[in-house]
C-alpha cells in the first residue's frame, strides 16, 4: 500500500475539510525533503503526523504556515487557497502554531507574549495609541483580559509578569500554546509539544489538548516524533518516512502497517514482527 | 536540518528573484546615464583609448593596496563573522609609523630623506620600515582581539561589532595625537618618472614599487591559508569552531593568528598607501577602511581571492570615475556599490565562502 | 554588621518606596523641569553676578547651550532607539535622516532659494521629509542580516551628507541617446536622440550650499513682544527661549516613545527584535512593522534636524558624519538599548562629559600633565604628548574605552529596560510581586539599591545616576 499506489480521492476523509492539502512537494536544491503529499484534516478533530526524525514533518508544517513556499501543490484553508501566503497572512486566516524548539520572545513577559499573540486581532493603529483615542483604549483593555484569561487557562495566572526566558520549561511550552491560542485560530499545530516533559506532563498536555479542541471548538494538528503519544489522542494519523506519506489512517491501523514499523524501527524489524 | 534548509530556502528565492534584481540594476544603470547625460562616460573611453587605458592602470596599481586591506577585513570575516572596524585604524597606524620612521631617519641618523635621495638609501630605509610596520601593526591588531573581542566571543555579533566601533574611536584618536590633527607630509619617496611605456599606458616608479610589494603579499597570503597547516586550521576554525576545537586545533591561537596576518597586511599597506599619497593622516583610516572593506564584500566576504579581485575591481572604478566623472562623488560611487552588492548579491560577485553558514 | 546593614537599608528601602510611587515620580519630574527651566533663565544673569559667578565656575555647570545640545541629542537618541532598541535594526547610519532634517529646513526657510517659511510649519515639513526618507532607505535593508544592515545604514549615513556637500551644482537632464560611436568605432553619424535632451534643473543649480552649507537659516519665530524685543526668538541669539522649546520636543518626543512602546505596534517591535520568525508566525507583518521602525525613528531625527538648522541659523555639511551616528549609538549602548530613561540618561551623559564635565576636569588636569611633559620632554614621543596633552581632545579615546568597557562588562546599558518593563504591567499585581517574581528583574532591582547606594545624594530623580554623572547638573539632566 504505497503513496503512490493509493487511489487518492477515494480513500480521503469526506465530509467538511479545514485543511486540504494536496500533492504538496518542497525541494531543496536536489533534495526532495517532501514529496506530492496529500493530506486532509476533517473539522474539529485530532491528526498527527509522525515519523522519524527528518521525515518531513517540520517543513511539511512550515509550508502549511507559510514559512516555505512549496515547490508544487497547494494547500487550501478552510475554503482559502493559502499556498502563497505569508506566515503573518496565513495566522489571520485562521492557524496558529508552536515550533519545535520553544521560540517564545525571551524578554517579554508572558502577559507580553500573549499580547503579541493578540497582535492581528486588534486594529488599533500607531498614531491612536500615540493620542490614546478612547477606541484603543478599550481595545488595550479587552485585549489584556483575553489575554490574562489564556494565561489562566494554561496554568499560568500567576506567571503574566514574569520574563519568558526565566519561565520553567514545561511553562515555557504551555506558554507557547497560549500565545497560538491567542492568535484566535481555528486549527491549531502544535510541533512536538511534549519533546522533552517527562511522562507525567506529557499526560496532562495531552488532556489538555482533548480539553481546548472540546471546549475552543479547535481542530488540531500534531507533530510527534513518540508513536505511543500520538497514539492515545489522535483521530487520524498520518505516517512520513523520507518525505513520503507511507501510511494513513486510524492509530490502530498505523501501528499495524508494516512499512511503518519498518520506518520506526528499521528494514527487517517488519518481518520479524 | 532546519538551518540548511533555511538556507537552501534562500538560494531558492534569489533565484526566482534575479530577473528583478537585474532589472533594477538596469534601471539603475539608465537613470545613472539619464542623470549624467553630458558626460560622455562610454564616448569618452573609447574616443581616447591611450588616457582611458592609462586610467585604468592607475586604478589596478591603486586596487592592489585596496585588496591588500580588504584581504584583511574578509580574513577576519571569514573566521568570526566580525567586521573589524578598527582594522582600517589598523592600516592607519602604519603610517603612523612610517612618519615616525622617517623623522626617526631624519634625526637620529641624520639621513634627510627626499626625492634626490639615493635609491638605495630608500630601499634600506624601506627594507627597516615595512617589517616593522607590518609587525607592530599586527602585534596591535592581535592585541586588539585578545582584550577587546575574544571576551565577546559568546556575545552576540553586534556586541563585538560595536566593541570595534569603540576600538576604532581609540585608534583614531591615538592617531591624531600621534600625528596631529591635519595631514602632514611625507617626503617625496617613490619617483613618479616613467619606468616603462607600453603602447599607450606609461608605467611609472611608484606603480612598479606598489605592485612589487603587494603582489608576493597576496599571493604569500593566499599560500598560506591554502597550503599550510596553519592556513587549514584557519580554514577549519573558520568551517566551524566547536568542531575544529574537538579535533585539536587551537581556536584561540588560530584566531590570533588571523588577527597578526589582518594587522600585518594592513600594516604593509600603510607604509606602502602613505608613501603614494606622500601624506598621513588620522582620518584616513576610516575611508580606507570602508573602501577596503567595500572590496571585500564586492568579491563576496570570506573568499581570499574575491577580496583580491573585488580590490583591483573597486580601485579601476574610483580611478575612472575620477577622471570621467568627478573625484568627489568617490565616496558616493564606493557606497552605492557596497549597498547595491549588499542588497541585491549579499555573496559578493564570486559568493562568499561562507555562504554556507547562513 | 549585620545590624549596620539593616540600619542603613532600612530608611534606603523607605527611599526607595517613595520614589517608586508614581505620584512622587511625578512630582520629583515637575520640580525638576521647574528647577531645570529657571536654572536656565537665570544662568546667565548668576554668571555674571560678582561672588556668585566665581562660585558657580567651581562646579562643572552646564551651560544653556549645552543643556539644548543635551537635549537635541536626547531626541536624536530616543529616535535612534526606536530603530535599534525597540525593533533591533542596528542602524550606523542615522545622521542620514538628521540630513534631510536639516536641510529641508534649509531649503524652506533661507536665503537659498529665497523661499522662508515659518519654521513651525517647516518642521512638520522635516519631520515627514525624514520619515520618508526613513522608509526609503530602510526598504532594501530589510531583508540583511544584522551585521550586513549595520554596513548599508552606514553606507547611506556617509552617501547622504556627500550628497549635501555635492549638489551645489546640479543638472538634471532628462534624454536617452544611443551614442554614435561605441569602442572607438563611429557606427553612425551621430548620436540617435530616442528622447531628446530636455533641461530639469539647472543650469548648475545650487540645491544644498555645497561646502559652505546655508547660513543663514531663519530660526523659529513667536511674534510676542516682551523683554527678548518685538517678537521671540527661538535662536541662539536668546538660548533660554530656545532651551524651553527644545526642552519641550524633547518631552513631546519622550511621551510618543512611551505611548508607542506601550502599544501594539511597541509590542510587535520588540517581538521582531526578539525572535523575527516567530513573530511573524504570530501574526505580525514584520516588512510593514520595520518600516515603521525606520519611519518614526528617522521623524524624530527630522525634527531635531529642523531645530538644529534653525537654531545654529547655519548648517555645514562637515557637522554630519559617522561621528555623529556612533556619538547617538554609543548613547544608546550607555543608557541601555530600548529603555527610554536610559537612553536620554546616556545622552545626557555624554554631551556632559563631552560639553561641560571635559573642560572642567582638564582646567585641573592640562597644566599638571603638561609640566610633567615638559620635564621628561627628552623622553621621545611621551614628552611630546604630554607636552601638549588636552583632557578635551581625548574625548573620541574616552568614548570608545567606554563603548568597549560597556560591551565587556554591561552590555545592557545604565538603566535596562528590563525593571522598566516589569513595573509597566505591575498593574494588575503587586510591586511586591512585580519585583519578587523573576529572577532577573529581582537583579535589576538590586542593581537599583547599589547603585542608589553609590550615587549621589543631590539626584533623587535618578536613584540610578551612575557615580560618573556625578554633579548637581547631571540630576537636573535627569529630569525627563
Known sequence: ??????????????????????????????????????????????????????????????????????????????????????????????????????????????LDNVLVGLHHTLRGHWWEAIAHAPGIMREEARALARARELLALMNLAGRESDYARNLPYGDQRRLEIARALATDCKLLLLDEPTAGMNPNETLELTRFVRRIRDEMGLTVLLIEHDMKVVMGISERVTVLDHGEKIAEGSPTEVRADNRVIEAYLGRGAAGQG | MAVSDTMRLRRGVSTGGRARQVGILVVIAIALIVWRRDVPIWGACTNDLSICTNVIAIGLFQGMIVALIALGYTLVYGILQLINFANGDVFMMGSVVTLYAVRLFNGALGIKLGPETDLIIILIWFAITLPISMVICSLLNASIERFAYRPLRRAPTLATLIAAIGMSFVLQNLGQKLIGISPVSLPNLLSTADVLVVGAVHIKFSHVFVTAITLPLLFALVYFVQNT???????????????????????????????????????????????????????????????????????????????????????????????????????????????????????????SAQSERA | MAVMTDLRGSPRRRLLDWIRDER???????????????????????????????????????????????????????????????????????VAFYVFGAYTTAVLASPLFNIHVPWWFVAPIAVAVAATAGVLLGAPTLKLRGDYLAIVTLGFGEILP???????????????????????????????????????????????????????????????????????????????????????????????????????????????????????????????????????????????????????????????????????????????????????????????????????????????????????????????????????????????????????????????????????????????????????????????????????????????????????????????
Not at chain 1, 469526506?14 to 476533517?42: M, N
Not at chain 3, 531645570?36 to 554668571?47: E, G, K, S, W
Open chain 2, 229 to 351: 597547516r596553519q592556513g587549514k586550521a584557519m580554514r577549519a576554525v573558520a568551517q566551524d569552531r566547536e568542531a575544529a576545537g574537538l579535533m585539536g586545533i587551537n581556536v584561540d591561537r588560530t584566531i590570533s593568528l588571523t588577527f597578526l596576518i589582518a594587522g600585518a597586511l594592513a600594516g604593509g599597506a600603510g607604509v606602502i598607501v602613505a608613501l603614494y599619497n606622500g601624506q598621513a593622516w588620522w582620518f584616513y583610516g576610516f575611508p580606507y577602511g570602508l573602501l577596503a572593506f567595500t572590496a571585500a564584500v564586492f568579491g563576496g566576504i570570506g573568499n581570499l581571492k574575491g577580496a583580491a579581485v573585488g580590490g583591483i575591481l573597486l580601485g579601476i572604478m574610483i580611478s575612472l570615475n575620477a577622471y570621467y566623472i568627478d573625484p568627489r562623488w568617490q565616496e558616493v560611487m564606493t557606497f552605492g556599490i557596497l549597498v547595491l552588492v549588499l542588497v541585491f548579491r549579499p555573496t559578493g560577485l564570486f559568493g
Open chain 3, 162 to 480: 556627500r550628497l549635501a556637500k555635492n549638489l551645489d551644482s546640479v543638472n538634471i537632464d532628462i534624454g536617452f541617446s544611443i551614442p554614435g560611436n561605441i569602442l572607438g568605432l563611429q557606427w553612425m553619424a551621430k548620436d540617435l536622440d530616442i528622447i531628446p535632451l530636455t533641461r530639469l534643473v539647472g543650469p548648475d543649480t545650487n540645491v544644498t550650499g555645497g561646502n559652505i552649507g546655508v547660513n543663514p537659516i531663519d530660526p523659529p519665530i513667536l511674534p510676542i513682544p516682551g523683554p527678548w524685543g518685538a517678537q521671540l526668538e527661538f535662536s541662539n541669539s536668546n538660548p533660554t527661549a530656545s532651551f524651553v522649546l527644545i526642552l519641550a520636543l524633547l518631552l513631546l518626543v519622550f511621551f510618543v516613545c512611551i505611548r508607542l512602546r506601550d502599544s501594539r505596534l511597541g509590542r510587535a517591535w520588540i517581538a521582531v527584535r526578539e525572535d523575527e520568525t516567530a513573530a511573524a508566525s504570530m501574526g505580525i507583518d514584520t516588512v510593514s512593522t520595520k518600516l515603521l521602525a525606520f519611519g518614526l525613528g528617522a521623524s524624530f531625527s527630522g525634527f531635531t534636524g529642523a531645530f538644529f538648522g534653525s537654531y545654529s541659523t547655519a548648517i555645514f555639511p562637515e557637522s554630519f558624519n559617522f561621528a555623529i551616528s556612533i556619538t547617538i549609538l554609543i548613547m544608546i549602548i550607555l543608557g541601555g538599548m530600548g529603555s527610554l530613561r536610559g537612553v536620554v540618561l546616556g545622552a545626557f551623559m555624554l554631551i556632559y562629559i563631552n560639553e561641560t564635565l571635559l573642560p572642567y576636569l582638564g582646567a585641573f588636569v592640562d597644566t599638571p600633565v603638561q609640566a610633567v611633559g615638559g620635564a621628561i620632554s627628552a623622553v621621545p614621543l611621551f614628552g611630546e604628548l604630554l607636552r601638549t596633552f588636552t583632557l578635551t581632545s581625548y574625548n573620541f579615546l574616552i568614548f570608545g574605552v567606554i563603548l568597549i568597557l560597556f560591551m565587556l562588562f554591561r552590555p545592557e546599558g545604565l538603566l535596562p529596560a528590563a525593571a522598566r518593563k516589569a513595573e509597566l504591567h505591575g498593574e494588575g499585581v503587586s510591586a511586591d510581586e512585580t519585583f519578587g517574581t523573576s529572577s532577573e528583574v529581582a537583579e535589576a532591582a538590586t542593581d537599583f539599591e547599589e547603585r542608589e547606594e553609590g550615587g549621589l545624594p543631590g539626584a533623587p530623580d535618578e536613584p540610578d545616576q551612575p557615580g560618573g554623572g556625578a554633579a548637581p547638573a547631571g540630576g537636573g539632566g535627569g529630569a525627563t
Open chain 1, 1 to 110: 500500500m504505497t503513496a503512490a499506489a493509493m487511489p487518492a480521492p477515494a480513500e480521503l476523509p469526506t465530509g467538511d475539510l479545514i485543511l486540504d492539502a494536496r500533492g504538496v512537494t518542497k525541494r531543496f536544491g536536489g533534495l526532495i525533503a517532501v514529496s506530492d503529499i496529500d493530506f486532509q484534516i476533517p473539522r474539529g478533530s485530532i491528526v498527527s503526523l509522525i515519523g522519524p526524525n527528518g521525515a518531513g514533518k517540520t517543513t511539511f508544517f512550515n509550508m502549511i504556515t507559510g514559512l516555505y513556499a512549496p515547490s508544487e501543490g497547494e494547500i487550501w484553508f478552510d475554503g482559502q487557497n493559502i499556498t502563497r501566503f505569508k506566515p503573518h497572512q496565513v495566522v489571520r486566516t485562521g492557524i496558529g502554531r508552536t515550533f519545535q524548539n520553544i521560540r517564545l520572545f525571551g524578554n517579554m513577559t508572558a
Open chain 3, 24 to 94: 512622587n515620580q511625578r512630582r520629583i519630574v515637575i520640580g525638576l523641569l521647574a528647577f531645570v527651566i529657571v536654572y536656565a533663565m537665570f544662568f546667565v544673569q548668576l554668571r555674571n553676578t560678582p561672588g556668585v559667578g566665581e562660585l558657580m565656575r567651581t562646579f562643572p555647570l552646564p551651560s544653556v547651550n549645552n543643556l539644548i545640545v543635551m537635549c537635541y541629542y536626547a531626541i536624536l537618541a530616543l529616535g535612534l532607539n526606536v530603530v535599534v532598541g525597540f525593533a533591533g535594526l542596528l542602524d550606523l547610519g542615522y
